[in-house]
């Protein structure tokens, strides 16, 4: 998968070299909160959960997580991707800001052009999500986007129930 570029923001599939800010994002407050504590420490760290976790799905599929950066300056300043999760059926699109960077349209812009380029290039039929009950800013994003509640559902290994979206092309 090359890069999408939006008005403001550009998506490129994350790679080792972007370690550095997988740590920051996977240890920020909201991530821990809302997505959980991954157990990523270092940078050392950072890469192997990159080579095992984000590698490997770009090689089968072609996609996986997007570091999204500003335009403007460069800056990283989140995530967003499709995920083929396990428990789920169907491919999962999520998205995670640092703190500074929420509630100014980045996660809308992000997503909304990589739900377009899983429909388009990807020849995904539908696409999925899933939030914590607790987490209204997503919820309000994922209906923003178009994407209807589905159901609750536990994933494996896993305790919390989550709320499952979905859309369809």
Do not use: E, G, P
């Given at each position: 998968m090359s890069s999408i570029a939006t008005e403001r923001l550009v998506l490129k599939p994350t790679t080792v070299e972007d370690a550095a800010f997988i740590l920051e994002l996977l240890n920020s407050p909201?991530?821990?909160?809302f997505i959980g504590d991954r157990n990523v420490k270092s940078i050392a760290e950072a890469e192997a959960y990159i080579k095992e976790r984000m590698l490997p799905q770009f090689e089968r599929l072609g996609f996986t997580n997007n570091v999204v950066i500003r335009k403007a300056d460069g800056k990283k300043i989140g995530a967003c991707g499709l995920y083929d999760r396990d428990g789920l059926e169907g491919i999962d699109i999520g998205f995670a800001f640092l703190p500074g960077f929420e509630g100014q349209g980045y996660g809308y812009e992000s997503a909304s052009a990589l739900l377009q380029t899983a429909f388009k290039d990807y020849?995904?039929?539908?696409?999925?999500?899933?939030?914590?009950?607790?987490n209204m800013p997503s919820q309000n994003l994922l209906i923003k986007l178009g994407l209807n509640f589905e159901s609750m559902i536990t994933l494996p290994y896993e305790n919390e129930e989550l709320m499952l979206f979905s859309i369809e092309n």
């Open positions: 909201k991530w821990l909160k020849k995904l039929n539908r696409v999925i999500a899933i939030t914590s009950k607790h």
